[in-house]
Structure formats: C-alpha cells, structure tokens
C-alpha cells in the first residue's frame, strides 16, 4: 500500500497574508521586510545582509555622532577632530520588489513640443510637481497667461505633465522662472530632435 504524502507546510505572512516566498510580489514589500528577516530569514539573504548593514550603519553614526570613531588602528576608540565629516553618506535609493533599485528622480523640468495632424501643435510640460509645484495650479496660471487651453494629463510614463496648446516654447522659461523662483533657469530642458537641450 503506498504511502499518503506529507502535507506541505506553507508559511504565510500576517501582513500580506501572501505566503513568505512571495512577498515581494505583494502590495508592499517594505512593511513585510521586518517580519521576513525574523521569520524566513533563508527565504531572503540579502534582506538580512541589508539590515546588518543598516545596523552598522547606524551604530557608527552613534558614534560619530559622540565624538567617537569606530575605525581605531588598534581597537581604541580615538575621537574625531572636529571640522572632519563623513563623506561616505550614500545617496537614498528606493529598493522595489525583486531587488530592483530605484532612482532618486532628479529635479528638472522638460519642455518638448509636439506637431500633430502636421498643424496643431502642443507644449508638454513635465517636472514642475519634483519642484513642489501644483500642477492644477500651474497649468491654469499657464492658460491664462498664453490665453490657450491647459490640462494635467498622464504621460506615458504614468507621471503627470501639463499639455498646453499651441508653441509657447518661446517664452515659457521666462515665464516659469518668474512665476515660480525655486526653479533655476539651469534646470530647464527643451526636447528637440530627441535631445535634451538646456534652455539657458
């Protein structure tokens, strides 16, 4: 008589209730990382190492912080001559799902001009929002400048940017820069023939 199989024992998480393998395909990877380094700690490795880091990241940041380094030549604890920062601070990055890492995007605004139906022609505006601009609020100050229509749309990047109608290319950085004095002229991009351009 053949044997019956033993069942397979799953372990799911509380907070996605997706079991533990699949937990950074669910909703949100970053409230499950804590419960999955004490829990399945073999599941993900790196999600352990990560945290090591971290850890001695923030121990050594302690320290500094007390005037005291952790890099003594001989294991004495020697203290930090003021005036001396750290520059080995690294840039925050976002880590998605599956390891992916993603980028702090940076703060530009691009302005691209499109032709359509060989006559019409419309102004894309995108990257006032990275500025701490509202864009409902800009693209009616835009509309009333150029007297033309002037939506908040996704792009096809899923991020929102202004479409106005008509070429108001020419005097848009102007106006964008008196408008709105946080964004420097340097960055302000034109698209043209494919290629960033900077306006000033």
Known sequence: MAEKPEPVKVLYC??????????????DFEKCKPWLIINAPELYPDLLKEANEKEAERVSEQLQSAGISSSGADGAASYVQSGVTSSSKQEEVKRLPGGKIKKKAR????????????????????????????????????????????????????????????????????????????????????IEDGKKVPAA
């Not at 505006?125 to 100050?141: E, Y």
């Not at 202004?162 to 002229?185: H, R």
Request: proline share 6%; with cysteine; aromatic share 10%.
């Open 14 to 27: 509380p907070l996605c209730s997706l079991p533990a393998e699949y937990c950074e395909f669910g909703p």
């Open 107 to 190: 703060q530009e605004v691009v302005i691209e001009k499109v032709v359509r139906n060989k006559r019409k022609c419309i102004t894309i505006i995108k990257g006032l929002d990275l500025f701490g601009i509202k864009l409902s609020d800009a693209s009616k100050k835009l509309g009333k400048k150029f007297a033309t229509g002037a939506s908040v749309v996704k792009g096809p990047t899923e991020k929102e940017q202004i479409d106005v109608q008509g070429d108001i290319a020419y005097d848009i950085v102007e106006f964008i820069t008196e408008t709105w004095p946080d964004v420097p002229e340097t960055a302000i991009y034109f």
